[in-house]
């Protein structure tokens, strides 16, 4: 192979790597090719399965690939014709033969000419994938051919990849139908009406959430950490107009302060060390839906100030890139933090909190909807059930007295968590609450300060729900010795994320480090 060969293999390899669609390959694939022949014509096709030949890309004098309709060719006669030739040809074929010919007429169709014309079988040891068909304006010598022969590897590469992501797609459309159809069952419109609390005690959440669905207005979700505020969000968005677009959901909180434009707004490649391709954020990624920003009270100040701006103008401008780019994205905030407090102390902007709170909803804690603490626990049990593959056991009257006394510093997702580990106790045949809970029986909210030294010599006797938490948290410190992470550290004692136990100290103004032990006590 040639230098010139092996400069237009490696244009052809890189640029199959970066198109997973043939339809979006075909403008450098054509560039490529024009260097080696007088292409006038190009399109190609993949074989999917038994019964259908589709056109996956095709272009004509300068035209777009774009204008051309994906044709299904399934008559059977024409697929025989097409079978044959393809079995018959060693690499290349050329108009020459009736074979040929017909095979040609099968595929283009209407669009069939008598020009000078070049097909190419693509096909494994497992059998034919697709044909490439070049119209010439002029005849190929064999050195043209034999470079076009060697591309024939990359060019297979793209029609697999085309094959797979056509194989995905129909996945996606059957599943898509087997949740209508089950909603249509359920007498649903989407998932998220079946939210648990919906007619208890989140009626007035579900209200307001119904209020701003349909509109384009952003919406800020206030509540604790584990309250349930992604379900409120996907809620919104399966009743918004962007309902059929993307639902995605950032934690601003795990992202490194190093990171956060790159991840947000996307980067071009050589924009910093590491970058070694060009990146779509999170705000190009759910272009016509939803971006879900959990945690917007944990952003820094510069990374605000690029928030501001997409919110106000709906522009972002990638790492390296010069250029603005516009997008199309309804933005829904959360929070555990006290934004209005935050911005009083500086830490967070104002005209930011504006932006957001256009429509805040505040959602109540667990323990201000213990009424809905039965049906949450059956949802739980059952769910957990369904995973393990394992019985239903049961929820005695008992246990939802003894989950309607316990505290919930976690709110549902502890909640869940408790049931969870339940379920796993009684391998399936009862529900072990009070191991579970990790004591003989759980501790009644009242009495909770009782059971803390930290919280019996602190707390005054009508002490608010946050000073109980507080207490609560700091005894399991003092017993960890500091330690927050870890198989022994305080997050696994209190059964919650380890990130959500830190946003939690910060919240309560707690310093983990003053409960450890001074060197050489």
Sequence with gaps: MTVKADKHLLALWTEAGKHAVLSDLMPSLIEVLREIASIDELYLFAFNGADEWRLSGGWRNEHVPEIFTLRPITEASALDTIQRWARATAQLSVQSDATHRAALK??????????????????????????????????CTSSQCEQLIALTEPLLACIENDQQLTHIQRLRAKAEADRQNLLSRLGLRSISENIVGADGGLKQVMRRVNQVAPSPAGVLILGETGAGKEVIARAIHERSARHNGPFLRVNCGALPPELIDSELFGHEKGSFTGALASRRGWFERAGGGTLFLDEVGELPPAAQVRLLRVLQDGIIQKVGSEHDVQVDVR???????????MVQEGSFREDLWYRLAVFPIILPTLNERLDDIEDLAKHFIQRAAMRMGVPVPPLSAADVRNLKRYSWPGNIRELGSVLERAVILGHGEYLDLEMALGAPSPKPRAALHQASPVAKNNAPENESLEAVIAAHIKHILTETKGRVDGPYGAAKRLDINVSTLRAKLRKLGIDANAFRPISGD
């Design 106 to 139: 099968v595929l283009l169709g209407s669009d069939y000419n008598e020009g000078i014309s070049l097909l190419i079988p693509l096909r494994r040891d497992t059998g034919i994938l697709g044909v490439a068909v070049l119209i010439c304006e002029s005849a």
């Design 331 to 341: 933005v829904i905030a959360a929070t555990h933090r006290d934004l209005p407090k």
